[in-house]
T-cell receptor, first 111, second 110 residues
Framework: DTGVSQDPRHKITKRGQNVTFRCDPISEHNRLYWYRQTLGQGPEFLTYFQNEAQLEKSRLLSDRFSAERPKGSFSTLEIQRTEQGDSAMYLC?????????FGQGTRLTVV | ELKVEQNPLFLSMQEGKNYTIYCNYSTTSDRLYWYRQDPGKSLESLFVLLSNGAVKQEGRLMASLDTKARLSTLHITAAVHDLSATYFC??????????FGTGTSLTVIP
């Protein structure tokens, strides 16, 4: 078990470009979460999957954000037409019953 | 929406001293988690508290949960430099999401 894996670890993009991040959860974990964290703040919930079903979405998740978990295993988070305010650490977590385990995160910088 | 508040936000303490971090939350929940985050790193799970009165200890850290008061504490005993980090509490909303506090940045000075 290698834990939750996220790719890439860092991404620098120009404003207006689209970006996609990938998360591979711990195998057999049916729950997967995406969070966003900015400097000095706690993680903010973005969305939650149980298996392949997206069951919760935060109002923070504007229509420029979309997440998928097509086969109930890995997940992708896409941000379209990036804005400078999207610069943050994007964290993925997975859980089976209660405790959530976090990946190393993808740090996005929009220039 | 569930609110989670931590205090203090910043804590500077001397090695060897004891201190407590407090986590209050706004609605009923029986599940509370403590995480540690080092600068630029992800979150490391420290404690999972699943019932009223739960107490867990690991090394110099001890966490407790009082669901009636909607309060959890993280007690640090005889602090050492290696404990310097940001500590977050998080409350579980029916397993659908975790609400995090703003974090407590702990610095242990020699």
């Amino acid at each position: 078990d290698t834990g939750v894996s996220q790719d890439p670890r860092h991404k620098i993009t120009k404003r207006g470009q689209n970006v996609t991040f990938r998360c591979d959860p711990i195998s057999e974990h049916n729950r997967l979460y995406w969070y966003r964290q900015t400097l000095g703040q706690g993680p903010e919930f973005l969305t939650y999957f149980q298996n392949e079903a997206q069951l919760e979405k935060s109002r923070l998740l504007s229509d420029r954000f979309s997440a998928e978990r097509p086969k109930g295993s890995f997940s992708t988070l896409e941000i379209q037409r990036t804005e400078q305010g999207d610069s943050a650490m994007y964290l993925c977590a997975s859980s089976q019953l209660t405790e959530a385990f976090f990946g190393q995160g993808t740090r996005l910088t929009v220039v | 929406e569930l609110k989670v508040e931590q205090n203090p936000l910043f804590l500077s303490m001397q090695e060897g001293k004891n201190y407590t971090i407090y986590c209050n939350y706004s609605t009923t929940s029986d599940r509370l988690y403590w995480y540690r985050q080092d600068p630029g790193k992800s979150l490391e799970s420290l404690f999972v508290l699943l019932s009223n009165g739960a107490v867990k200890q690991e090394g110099r850290l001890m966490a407790s949960l009082d669901t009636k008061a909607r309060l959890s504490t993280l007690h640090i005993t005889a602090a050492v430099h290696d404990l310097s980090a940001t500590y977050f509490c998080a409350v579980d909303s029916a397993g659908n999401q975790f609400y995090f506090g703003t974090g407590t940045s702990l610095t242990v000075i020699p």
